[in-house]
Nanobody, 123 residues
Framework: QVQLVESGGGLVQPGESLRLSCAVSELTFKHYGIGWFRQAPGKEREAIFCIKNRGEITYSANSVTGRFTTSRDNGKNTVYLEMKSLKPEDTAVYYC????????????????WGQGTQVTVSS
């Protein structure tokens, strides 16, 4: 069973930054594509980034372009989400998910999910 654990969430003020980490307990991590998703209260889950197993980013949400970046360190079995210039509308539970499908980017294409980490942006 693949396990994913997100960390790094918290309460920040508008304009501040956070870095989320997603640690994956899987020796074959390098074979998995990773997705970052978020779900705000009362809204549907939305994809933020889709990252192929070798690091190619196949999707980036318009709402985070220029503010969020993502990267993966296959040596550490970890994926990172750097969030800058945070806005109140970025408030959500953030999830990472893993898939063996080569072009996964829809939530139902990801088999394994982390528990989520809360990000709250408020003054």
């Amino acid at each position: 069973q693949v396990q994913l654990v997100e960390s790094g969430g918290g309460l920040v003020q508008p304009g501040e930054s956070l870095r989320l980490s997603c640690a994956v307990s899987e020796l074959t991590f390098k074979h998995y594509g990773i997705g970052w998703f978020r779900q705000a209260p009362g809204k549907e889950r939305e994809a933020i980034f889709c990252i192929k197993n070798r690091g190619e980013i196949t999707y980036s949400a318009n709402s985070v372009t220029g503010r969020f970046t993502t990267s993966r360190d296959n040596g550490k079995n970890t994926v990172y989400l750097e969030m800058k210039s945070l806005k109140p509308e970025d408030t959500a539970v953030y999830y990472c998910a893993a898939s063996l499908l080569p072009n996964a980017c829809q939530s139902d294409e990801y088999y394994y999910w982390g528990q989520g980490t809360q990000v709250t942006v408020s003054s």
